[in-house]
């Protein structure tokens, strides 16, 4: 082959490699299984997250609490447990749970934002430390809405970007 040829080649092979690693990187730098978890950590207990919001979202408390539960089951090596003995302890609420108008168009309101935001505390049997922390979330929504039709639409979202932000706070020390 002649050296012109290889001279070419060279800056494809070169950001074929850049764009491999790059990508085997990403897919790395997601992973949050058993991050931030020592290996004398076993079993974690998550109480159920109560509703000490303003106004109560029935199925709110109940959905989160489970949907927690089986994310921390499902992408850690933690086992679940009841008892008090558990290695680490979860136990929260939620804190708000309010609209507010977010957007305005011709002197009226266009667009709500349900805010929404829980309080968890993160109790560390082993090691003997205690973790405090807030996470909170808005979710806009049309303001021709009710309330209850927003919360329809929005409930899936508002359950999975809350239980992976608490998630990332617990594992990944956000």
């Given at each position: 082959m002649p050296v012109t040829r290889k001279i070419f080649l060279l800056p494809f092979v070169a950001v074929f490699c850049v764009i491999a690693l790059t990508h085997s990187n990403c897919k790395v730098s997601y992973g949050?299984?058993?991050v931030s978890i020592p290996d004398s950590v076993k079993t974690v207990k998550v109480n159920f997250i109560e509703n000490k919001a303003r106004y109560v979202n029935p199925r709110l408390s109940p959905t989160l609490t489970d949907r927690l539960r089986q994310k921390i089951v499902g992408q850690t090596?933690?086992?679940?447990?009841n008892g008090d003995n558990a290695d680490w302890e979860i136990t929260g609420y939620v804190s708000?749970?309010?609209v507010?108008?977010?957007?305005?168009?011709q002197q009226q309101s266009s667009i709500n934002r349900l805010?929404?935001?829980v309080h968890i505390t993160l109790l560390k049997r082993k090691?003997?430390?205690?973790k405090e922390f807030d996470v909170s979330h808005p979710f806009d929504f049309p303001a021709n809405l009710t309330l209850q039709a927003a919360e329809s639409q929005l409930s899936d979202q508002i359950i999975r970007d809350m239980t992976d932000e608490i998630?990332?706070?617990?594992?990944?020390?956000w």
């Open positions: 949050l299984h058993d090596r933690l086992t679940q447990t708000d749970y309010s507010s108008t977010s957007g305005i168009s805010n929404v935001s090691g003997n430390d205690q998630f990332n706070h617990i594992f990944s020390d």
